[in-house]
């Protein structure tokens, strides 16, 4: 069994992201956990940034890179494709004729459901009500692949305009299914050298998905610039350049924010098989 051992986190307000591998069955297969959840982030509110901004995201990508050595196969029928934009709830109660009752509860989109007693039996003398109701997600997951050909999902706000709370359920959905291809030898010598394989988990977005809002300067508050405020370019760049440096000090890719399509890495997590 993996767990994250590296989750870099440029920007810890604005999201969280851990990964882990859970054993399946024995036929060497385990199944990949991801885990992400979306926030308003409130930045350079620590007095000692040039600048103070609210952060947040309209889309991301979850981009999950394999070793490249083939000690590992995905299993293509287990990999979480569409993620619908509604689940289906339903809720059961076994009404006895002495008063009591009994419920259960099954959601379609995830799979997951609840028994109604230990026999799941209706005699005669209860009766069995269902309700439903459809939810809507907060947020809508496609799979596809990104751009260098790694498996992907495109995160997108179905309530709101921004991404905000859990992508999905990350021990009910897993991502998908992985097979450890290495024989016992290779095992072996990798647990003697501490050399295992390492899947990658990444967050990435574009600049065109941050949204920067409210924009002050600390030499503005200071100074009280009332007839002579610096414009909104100045506001932005600034804010740009305090995304930016988080970035370079988490070892994460530098860019250039200036461009709309520039694609950025937010996360860089790793998980080990052992």
């Not at 008063?99 to 028994?115: D, P, R």
């Not at 269902?130 to 496609?142: A, C, F, G, H």
């Not at 647990?191 to 941050?210: F, G, Y």
């Not at 610039?225 to 370019?233: M, T, V």
Request: charged share 30%; aromatic share 4%; hydrophobic share 40%.
């Amino acid at each position: 069994m993996g767990r994250n051992t590296n989750a870099q986190r440029a920007l810890a307000n604005l999201f969280s992201v851990d990964a882990w591998i859970i054993e399946v069955d024995q036929q060497k297969r385990s199944s990949l956990c991801v885990d992400v959840t979306f926030a308003v982030a409130k930045m350079g509110g620590d007095g000692l940034a040039p600048v103070s901004f609210t952060l947040r995201l309209r889309r991301a990508e979850i981009v999950v890179l394999m070793p490249l050595m083939g000690e590992f196969s995905v299993d293509p029928a287990t990999v979480a494709r569409l993620l619908p934009g509604t689940q289906k709830v339903e809720r059961s109660y076994k009404i006895k004729k002495d008063g009591t009752a009994e419920a259960g509860l099954s959601i379609g989109a995830m799979g997951v459901s609840g028994k109604l007693s230990a026999d799941g039996k209706i005699s005669a003398e209860e009766s069995l009500v269902i309700s439903s109701e459809v939810v809507l997600r907060d947020i809508l997951s496609k799979h596809g692949k990104s751009h260098d050909g790694h498996y992907s999902w495109e995160l997108v706000p179905m309530t709101k305009k921004v991404l905000e709370g859990p992508a999905w359920d990350a021990a009910q959905e897993p991502r998908f299914a992985v097979k450890d291809e290495r024989s016992d030898k290779r095992k072996a010598v990798d647990a003697r050298t501490n050399n295992h394989p390492v899947i990658r988990v990444q967050v990435r977005c574009r600049r065109e998905d941050l949204d920067i809002e409210d924009i002050r300067l600390r030499d503005e508050e200071r100074q009280s610039f009332l007839s002579r405020r610096p414009n909104q370019d100045k506001r932005l760049a600034a804010a740009e350049s305090y995304i930016r440096d988080a970035l370079i000090q988490e070892g994460l890719m530098p860019v250039d924010l200036s461009g709309e399509y520039v694609e950025l890495l937010l996360a860089d997590c790793m998980v080990r098989q052992g």
